[in-house]
């Protein structure tokens, strides 16, 4: 490529001035929540309200000790959403910066590096094999220039350009990649107002914010239960008044039946399973940028798979040789160990037709092939020298190269390209080029990229103008494949054994399509194109996408309509995708999956999950975590239920029965920071069903809690509440001490709510096995608790505040006993409910 002249690019005070006219050249992101609104959505919250009434009423009584300690409660729980808020947004800006390009720029007349984002219109950029485009920008001057514009278009195939074309031919877009070649460019759009871009502003008008169904029910069931709570509140409050007077007094014990009532572990609950599951994911190299995919994805019904990247490599290997009627399939390189003599010239003679030092892909197959079969041959010549190129045109789709030997007194050509081209450079007569073009035919069914292969020998003087004047002669086919992942298929398999279905979504030809397709395990009955979508009437596509799963040639806004079909259908559609044109379709999904390590910043900012290592399988993992995370919050929420029934009962009786009361909001704040970590780090810790892959997704509109799960949740808390009320009432016939009473009553509920985790964490009964495969965690969470229940009774000072005195050891022993029973009555209720409901596992129907 000729030198560029020193008059070309910009100066540094007009690319500055440009700068500030134009901006950087980066696509705009979601900006970051302040940290303010953060605290303001969790602080909104009506259970953490009904919590800062009561410190307020506390103050206002002049306990100010029990009044920082609820309050201390709240500031808790907005540090944790706060952090982790932030740990993925940092997570997530480390990623970007490390895939942002570099750009070598014409400035001052002197070729700089300058940061991608500072590139503007006018600057002529130089650039070489093995770049990345950071604008869109016409073609000055170019030398063998061939780029991957996969990431854009979805097309895996390489894509020649010149600065003699026409519309695209003549451009270079931002992100695409040189394959080969070099070239000078002038910048004519940045930013926003690339192709890039211009896709990216498509995501701005896709609402991705919406809440996730679980996030929905629980948002339901958490405003029914705050109505009930306020109701039974004010009624509580109005007949404390009324029977015993004492203003302040009557609305403490109404706000104690609220929080009572109220599930303040709700957001903590939400909040801890998804940011411990983002942080399990993390070490399996998955970035969670929005939380709620996490349990969404172990709902997903639908996967929606690009081809390049996705299921496939984004690399090209050899395939297949064809010399002659010899076949030869290349399953891989390292496993070749003979190739026969008779495919050794093809090799060779595509080795010669290629860079010395490649960047394309197909080039690198073929040196990577060359070199484990051919070394130590005399088929390979490192001392030759490359004197002459004759690049690809429109008009021939072949390029040459011509080589000098000492050894040799003629020079040697060797020439590669479609096979149509290199057959008309051979001149090859009627039944041998019908006989090489079906060959050809029959690579590109099977999704090969096909080329042809040709030599000839020159002993001019002067080398001729183009390649029509050599002497070529036919050599043979090389088919070329971008190899599908090792993990593909297996992990297909899984998704199947899952009861979610897998499609395919790609831009590339039908025949490849269907061969990466039947390679991954897909049913490929049929192929549906982007042209026919478009011709489709749209009250036929529901019928299409009930029998096709793979799509061919289909554009990104074709990728969108095809998600949103599926999402009228009732389908949870997870997507995943690497490239600037799987952006809309991944924002749109319930669950976008993009790919880390070789995907677009556009891809990365709409998906929801990044995959770091490019790793398909860890798609499985992370369906297997989302259905772990829901049966385990389910199970959390069994558990929750039940445990505030027995201090709903606490909370109403004695102001019913005239007893003194047992429970304060500093009890209800004590018992928080107990049930909170059970219902939250133990259960979901939980391992979870081995069978969770085998069982059907969880189907639209299903609710998080079944009539019978609800009936188990109600059963458990109603035998607790009858124990715990019970033993208050004993304990008070027996003139126990009010201040004893009231410490062993809350003891024997603190005791029967820790007994409640064992028999929550399965809706089955488990006798022998409701205490085997406990995770660390739980011992952690029980000693606690127990260290703390001990300080509050034992120690003066801390039992002052919440009216407790130290047991006697019969007192003791006696809310053991209760715990025991508790245990047999738990177990014995969940197998009185299995033998009238059933089990709550629907399998996979096959």
């Known amino acids: 490529m000729p030198a560029p002249l020193p008059d070309r690019g910009l100066s540094s005070a007009r690319a500055t001035a440009l700068l500030q006219r134009y901006g950087y050249n980066e696509l705009a992101t979601d900006q970051r929540r302040a940290l303010w609104h953060i605290v303001r959505e969790v602080a909104c919250e009506p259970m953490f309200l009904l919590l800062l009434a009561a410190g307020g009423l506390y103050f206002l009584t002049g306990d100010r000790h029990e009044a920082l300690i609820l309050l201390g409660f709240v500031c808790v729980i907005i540090a944790v959403t706060v952090v982790q808020e932030r740990r993925t947004e940092h997570a997530l800006a480390a990623l970007r910066d490390l895939s942002s390009p570099r750009a070598l720029a014409l400035r001052d007349g002197v070729p700089q590096r300058i940061p991608g984002r500072e590139v503007v219109p006018g600057d002529v950029l130089m650039l070489s094999e093995g770049d990345r485009v950071p604008a869109d920008a016409r073609i000055l001057e170019s030398h063998e220039l061939a780029l991957d514009e996969a990431l854009l278009s979805g097309e895996s195939l390489t894509v020649f350009k010149h600065a003699a074309g026409e519309g695209s031919e003549a451009q270079v877009f931002a992100g695409t990649l040189l394959s080969s070649g070099q070239a000078l460019v002038e910048v004519y759009a940045t930013g926003q107002t690339t192709e890039l871009g211009r896709i990216g502003k498509s995501l701005q008008g896709i609402d991705s914010a919406a809440r996730s169904p679980l996030q929905g029910e629980i948002a339901a069931l958490t405003r029914h239960l705050a109505l009930i709570g306020m109701g039974l509140c004010l009624v509580l409050t109005l007949l404390f008044i009324g029977l015993r007077g004492g203003y302040l007094e009557g609305l403490l014990a109404g706000i104690t039946l609220a929080m009572g009532i109220l599930p303040q572990e709700f957001p903590v609950i939400m909040i801890v399973f998804l940011a411990l599951g983002a942080r399990r994911l993390a070490a399996a190299r998955v970035l969670t940028r929005c939380l709620s995919a996490i349990e969404a994805l172990g709902c997903a019904t639908v996967l929606c798979v690009d081809k390049t990247g996705t299921l496939t490599q984004n690399r090209m290997a050899v395939a297949a040789l064809v010399v002659g009627d010899a076949w030869l399939d290349v399953p891989d390189a390292a496993a070749l160990a003979d190739l026969p003599e008779c495919f050794h010239p093809l090799l060779e003679y595509a080795v010669l037709a290629s860079e010395t030092e490649p960047h394309d892909p197909m080039e690198r197959a073929f040196h990577a092939l060359a070199n484990s079969c051919l070394a130590g041959t005399e088929h390979l010549h490192p001392d030759w020298r490359l004197a002459h190129e004759y690049e690809l045109s429109p008009e021939l789709m072949a390029m040459s190269h011509l080589w000098q030997s000492r050894e040799r007194s003629a020079d040697t050509v060797a020439s590669k390209g479609a096979p149509e081209a290199i057959a008309d450079l051979c001149h090859l007569p009627p039944a041998l080029l019908d006989k090489v073009l079906a060959q050809a035919a029959q690579l590109a069914d099977r999704g090969l990229r096909v080329l042809g292969v040709a030599c000839a020998r020159y002993d001019g003087q002067a080398w001729p103008a183009g390649q029509h004047d050599f002497d070529f002669e036919f050599v043979g086919l090389i088919g070329l494949a971008d190899p599908l992942r090792t993990e593909v298929p297996a992990a297909v398999a899984q998704c199947y054994q899952a009861g979610i279905r897998v499609l395919m979504m790609t831009g590339d030809h039908p025949r490849t399509a269907r061969a990466i397709a039947l390679q991954a395990g897909l049913p490929a009955r049929r192929i549906l194109t982007g042209s026919e979508l478009q011709a489709l009437p749209a009250a036929r596509l529901p019928a299409e996408l009930a029998e096709v799963d793979v799509f061919a040639r289909v554009t990104p806004q074709q990728k969108l309509l095809l998600v949103q079909a599926l999402q009228a259908q009732g389908e949870r559609v997870a997507m995943t995708g690497d490239g600037v044109n799987d952006a809309p379709a991944l924002k749109a999904a319930h669950i976008g999956i993009a790919m880390g390590k070789r995907g677009t910043d556009v891809a990365r900012e709409a998906a929801a999950l990044v995959l770091l290592d490019d790793d398909f399988a860890a798609i499985v993992g992370a369906i297997r975590l989302g259905r772990r995370i829901f049966s385990n919050l389910r199970q959390a929420m069994i558990y929750t239920l039940a445990v505030h029934i027995p201090i709903i009962g606490l909370s109403i009786v004695p102001v019913l029965l005239g007893m003194p009361l047992v429970l304060a909001p500093l009890h209800i704040a004590f018992l928080e920071l107990v049930i909170d970590p059970a219902c939250s780090v133990v259960f979901e810790a939980d391992k979870g069903s081995p069978d969770l892959m085998e069982q059907a997704p969880r189907r639209q509109g299903d609710p998080l809690l079944s009539v019978r799960q609800l009936m188990l949740s109600l059963s458990l808390g109603g035998l607790a509440t009858l124990m715990v009320v019970a033993l208050y009432g004993v304990l008070l016939v027996q003139a126990v001490t009010e201040e004893e009473a009231r410490t062993l009553t809350f003891v024997a509920l603190l005791l029967l709510n820790s007994v409640l985790i064992f028999s929550s964490r399965s809706s089955r009964p488990q006798w022998t096995q409701a ?73 996979v129907k096959r």
């Open 771 to 843: 205490f085997a495969g406990l995770s660390p965690v739980t011992y952690w969470v029980l000693s606690a608790s127990l260290t703390a229940l001990l300080a509050i009774c034992l120690i003066p000072a801390l039992a002052s505040p919440f009216g407790f005195v130290a047991p006697s050891l019969a007192g003791w022993l006696g809310v053991c006993v209760v715990g025991l029973l508790g245990f047999c009555g738990f177990e014995s209720v969940k197998l009185l409910l299995q033998r009238r409901w059933g089990v709550d596992r629907e399998p």
